[in-house]
T-cell receptor, first 112, second 115 residues
Framework: KNEVEQSPQNLTAQEGEFITINCSYS?????LHWLQQHPGGGIVSLFM???GKKKHGRLIATINIQEKHSSLHITASHPRDSAVYIC??????????????FGTGTLLAVQP | NAGVTQTPKFQVLKTGQSMTLQCAQD?????MSWYRQDPGMGLRLIHY???????DQGEVPNGYNVSRSTTEDFPLRLLSAAPSQTSVYFC??????????????FGSGTRLTVV
């Protein structure tokens, strides 16, 4: 079983819809990252969370440390949001390193 | 522009050839790492470095070497390329203070094909 699980693996939405992508992990963590990767593109960091909630524009990320779960929400989705969204955690057992463990990603397609 | 610069963006190698993927950052981050991304799998750590002169193996180190002679540069060497090393490679950097991690930044990736 992977230490970081994302759901769904694939998601198709209509423009304007509210989107939720989930991430569950099984290890103690010091931080969780949400990343975005456009097709054939590089990886961009959207959020880093260790507790609570963060918002940037139409994107909202939440984390529940007790339940080992995080969600990424996209409000008023747009075709330009189409990308792979990746959850990654920094395990507490990593010590002085900044090693991340990655989920396999959620492929989001937003149709006009 | 500040960030992580990876070169080349694309490369085709023949089996048995060697090459070096370059990675440089200008943010004075002490932590740098190399990942490979394969279809259906999460990014996997190849090698990492917590500072100049210090490197260590990640999850999938076989067939790769690294060195960290300066804070800025962290090249990845493929010693004798194999088709199984066909992948997209990402370099990343970050820094931390105590248990807090800051500024995880990725390069734009190198798409490598070994024929």
């Amino acid at each position: 079983k992977n230490e970081v699980e994302q759901s769904p693996q694939n998601l198709t939405a209509q423009e304007g819809e509210f989107i939720t992508i989930n991430c569950s992990y099984s290890v103690g963590i010091s931080a969780l990252h949400w990343l975005q990767q456009h097709p054939g593109g590089g990886i961009v960091s959207l959020f880093m969370l260790s507790s609570g909630k963060k918002k940037h524009g139409r994107l909202i990320a939440t984390i529940n440390i007790q339940e080992k779960h995080s969600s990424l929400h996209i409000t008023a989705s747009h075709p330009r949001d189409s990308a792979v969204y990746i959850c990654a955690v920094r395990p507490r057992y990593g010590g002085a390193t900044n090693k991340l463990i990655f989920g396999t990603g959620t492929l989001l397609a937003v149709q006009p | 522009n500040a960030g992580v610069t990876q070169t080349p963006k694309f490369q085709v190698l023949k089996t048995g050839q060697s090459m070096t993927l370059q990675c440089a950052q200008d943010m004075n981050h002490e932590y740098m790492s190399w990942y490979r991304q394969d279809p259906g799998m999460g990014l996997r750590l190849i090698h990492y470095s917590v500072g100049a002169g210090i490197t260590d193996q990640g999850e999938v180190p076989n067939g790769y070497n690294v060195s960290r002679s300066t804070t800025e540069d962290f090249p990845l060497r493929l010693l004798s390329a194999a088709p199984s090393q066909t992948s997209v490679y990402f370099c990343a950097s970050s820094y931390s203070q105590g248990t807090k991690t800051y500024g995880y930044t990725f390069g734009s990736g190198t798409r490598l094909t070994v024929v």
